[in-house]
């Protein structure tokens, strides 16, 4: 089954954040030709243990099940609230925990909420680079919603549904990405003793 990972960075419980990560997990799902499971992770919830991750750079307890999740699952929903121009501090600590090569190669639908459309932009000029640097493919459309584009005419449904449906797209046609082996390539024992015997 493919397996969706949904990380909304949403700073209360019922934030347009979680709002519109739920939609587009939902938009998504709806273009699938076959089932999916989806998990959201609201990293509200986890803002101590992030940061506490960062300190020690050891990220133990639930955090260390939800960083293992967003590796481990086919594709990312990441929408995070914009605070002066770029995601929030929340959004990009837990980017930061996450091993870097977590998420080479996973398709990733990218959103964003505001106050003002004047932030729209900073989807293409902080969240894109973010994600190409992590080696990510992220979907050509990503979704910006300000207070003003919930309810009325503002065509957020339709941006929605277009997002969803790139990223089930891709998930429907690409081919598996085989996880890398962390023991594959592990010095043996032997040798580990003959070159503590060369230091001696």
């Known amino acids: 089954m493919t397996s969706i990972a949904v990380v909304s960075a949403g700073l209360s419980e019922q934030s347009s954040t979680r709002l519109l990560a739920t939609k587009l997990a939902a938009a998504t799902t709806d273009s699938l030709p076959h089932n999916a499971s989806v998990q959201v992770i609201n990293l509200r919830e986890h803002a101590h243990d992030i940061t506490n991750a960062l300190l020690t750079g050891v990220p133990t307890g639930a955090l260390g099940g939800l960083v293992r999740a967003v590796a481990d699952a086919d594709a990312l929903i990441a929408v995070t609230p914009i605070f002066n121009a770029s995601y929030s501090g929340l959004f ?18 990218m959103g964003a909420t505001g ?12 969240l894109r680079p973010m994600f190409a640097y992590l080696r990510a493919v992220t979907v050509p459309t990503a979704v910006y919603a300000a207070t003003s584009d919930w309810g009325g ?25 085989p996880k890398p082996d962390p023991y594959a390539d592990v010095t043996p024992f032997a040798e580990l003793l003959r070159r503590q015997g060369q230091k001696g």
């Not at 277009?162 to 998930?171: I, N, P, R, T």
């Open 153 to 177: 005419e503002s065509g957020l449904e339709n941006r929605i549904a277009v997002a969803g449906k790139e990223l089930a797209d891709l998930l429907a046609h690409r081919a598996p990405v």
């Open 92 to 109: 990009k600590s837990f980017f930061d925990v996450i091993e870097p090569d977590s998420l080479a190669a996973k398709p990733v639908l």
């Open 115 to 126: 106050g003002t459309e004047r932030h729209s932009l900073a989807l293409e000029h902080a």
